[in-house]
């Protein structure tokens, strides 16, 4: 066998060996959202709560936050604690949406864990989520006045990403 005929395979064993590597240190939650920087689009769905339909633009004109759940994200329980707290402390907005999720389990999964927000949108189909590019749970962006998306994580929040992530632009916002 001729050094030639071991040139392309080794080459396609260099390239994945590449990718492999890179996805070993590669971020999950970096994943960019080309939101950042634009309006959020105009969501209308239902409340969680309420027999009505409910519209995200209505809350443009303040800051907000829109967190993204589902009951059945182990992440998303683990870091309800935090979004409890934060709404104690900080005077934003807090809106969500539940994700791909049935009704009446979102609204046990509220009543015992409580519900810091101040509205909740239901999608149980991910239509909303689809639009605002959703990739899964908890996904949460920060939103300001004039209904621009300024930041997005994907996966759970707790305080030490809240300050890395959040803190900075979130005080440019009030």
Not at 66 to 77: I, M
Not at 98 to 121: H, I, M, S
Request: charged share 20%; with cysteine; net charge negative.
């Amino acid at each position: 066998m001729k050094w030639r005929d071991w040139l392309l395979p080794l080459f396609i064993l260099g390239m994945v060996s590449l990718f492999l590597w890179k996805a070993l240190f590669h971020d999950a939650q970096a994943v960019p959202s080309s939101l950042i920087g634009h309006r959020i689009p105009s969501i209308h769905s239902d409340d969680l709560f309420k027999d009505q339909t409910s519209e995200m633009d209505s809350h443009i004109g303040a800051p907000f936050i829109l967190h993204v759940f589902a009951s059945w994200c182990g992440y998303c329980e683990a870091e309800h604690r935090f979004w409890m707290h934060f709404k104690k402390t900080h005077p934003i907005h807090l809106l969500a949406l539940n994700y791909f999720d049935k009704r009446d389990e979102a609204k046990a999964w509220l009543k015992r864990l409580g519900n810091p927000y101040d509205a909740v949108f239901y999608d149980p189909f991910g239509l909303s989520g689809f639009s605002l590019g959703v990739y899964g749970t908890p996904e949460t962006f920060l939103i300001d006045q004039n209904g621009i998306v300024k930041q997005v994580w994907i996966g759970p929040v707790d305080e030490a990403i809240w300050q890395r992530e959040f803190q900075k632009i979130y005080e440019t916002l009030h």
